[in-house]
């Protein structure tokens, strides 16, 4: 079982730091793929990502949720919003995903289908080569 990094992911990167099997990836090209992914065949699920990051957006892959209630203003990156999204990972280097969308406090969103787009991202997409498949 590996974790999942979800669309409430905006790059932050904290969780790269602290990963001791070095097996988060930010996704490349930002535009197809805006989230940093877990490979699933390198991580050992200690869960050592999930407290670092400062958007919640990490879970194990049994627990990602159907039904995400989101807390007020919380964005939300899965190449279908509007949005622009600037902001600054955890070096204070400048952060600039677009197709963003911002969700009001209770909505409700499913985070599941970023679960196979984890696995695309390293059977088939760019990730494939990266970890030289």
């Not at 969780?15 to 390198?42: F, M, S």
């Not at 989101?70 to 204070?92: I, L, P, T």
């Not at 984890?118 to 030289?132: E, M, V």
Request: one cysteine or more; hydrophobic letters at 30%; charged letters at 30%.
């Amino acid at each position: 079982m590996t974790h999942i990094i979800t669309a409430l992911c905006l790059r932050d990167s904290a969780c790269v730091q602290v990963c001791p099997v070095e097996c988060i990836v930010p996704g490349k090209p930002e535009a197809e793929w805006p989230l940093y992914y877990i490979d699933p065949d390198t991580c050992i699920d200690c869960g050592a990502c999930v407290p670092e990051c400062p958007f919640e957006a990490i879970f194990p892959e049994d627990e990602v949720p159907g039904d995400h209630s989101a807390k007020a203003d919380q964005k939300f990156s899965r190449n279908d919003g509007s949005e622009v999204y600037d902001g600054h990972d955890d070096k204070g280097e400048a952060v600039h995903l677009e197709k963003v969308r911002t969700l009001n406090a209770g909505d409700v969103v499913d985070l599941r289908p970023d679960i196979q787009a984890n696995y695309d991202y390293f059977k088939t997409g760019p990730g494939y080569k990266a970890i030289g498949k």
